[in-house]
C-alpha cells in the first residue's frame, strides 16, 4: 500500500511564496512519474504541475507557470511544489499524486491516469 502525506500548506499573503512537499512510502516511488493538482471550492479538481520519475522532465499548467516549480529528491521519497508570486486564486486544497498508466508526456494532466492520492494541504492566499 503507497501512502502520500503532504505538508507546507498555510497562509500566505498575495505576492508570498510556499513550498509544499508530499512524500511517499514504499519502495518505487523513484521509478514513477508524480503529479500535483488542486482543487477550489465547488470546482473541480484541476492539474497544477508533473514530474518525470527521473526529474528531467517537468509540465505546469498556464495559470502556474513562471512562478511554481515542481521537483522531487528520490533518495527522500518526496516531491515538492515551490509556489512563488501567489495569486488569490492560488487558493485551494492541494494533492500530490503518482501516475499509474498512460504516455506521460500525453497524459501528465489526466486525473484519471494517477492511482495513489495525498489527503491533501490548504493553501490560502489573501489578497
Known amino acids: 500500500q503507497v501512502q502520500l502525506v503532504e505538508s507546507g500548506g498555510g497562509l500566505v499573503q498575495a505576492g508570498g511564496s510556499l513550498t509544499l512537499s508530499c512524500v511517499a512510502s514504499g519502495r518505487s516511488f523513484s521509478t514513477y512519474h508524480m503529479g500535483w493538482f488542486r482543487q477550489a471550492p465547488g470546482k473541480e479538481r484541476e492539474f497544477v504541475a508533473a514530474?518525470?520519475?527521473?526529474?528531467?522532465?517537468?509540465y505546469y499548467a498556464d495559470s502556474v507557470k513562471g512562478r511554481f516549480t515542481i521537483y522531487r529528491d528520490n533518495a527522500k521519497n518526496t516531491v515538492y511544489l515551490q509556489m512563488n508570486s501567489l495569486k488569490p486564486e492560488d487558493t485551494a486544497v492541494y494533492y500530490c499524486?503518482?501516475?499509474?498508466?498512460?504516455?506521460?508526456?500525453?497524459?501528465?494532466?489526466?486525473?484519471?491516469?494517477?492511482?495513489?492520492w495525498g489527503q491533501g494541504t490548504q493553501v490560502t492566499v489573501s489578497s
Open positions: 514530474i518525470a520519475w527521473s526529474g528531467d522532465n517537468t
Open positions: 499524486a503518482r501516475k499509474a498508466t498512460g504516455l506521460f508526456m500525453f497524459t501528465y494532466y489526466e486525473t484519471k491516469t494517477y492511482d495513489y
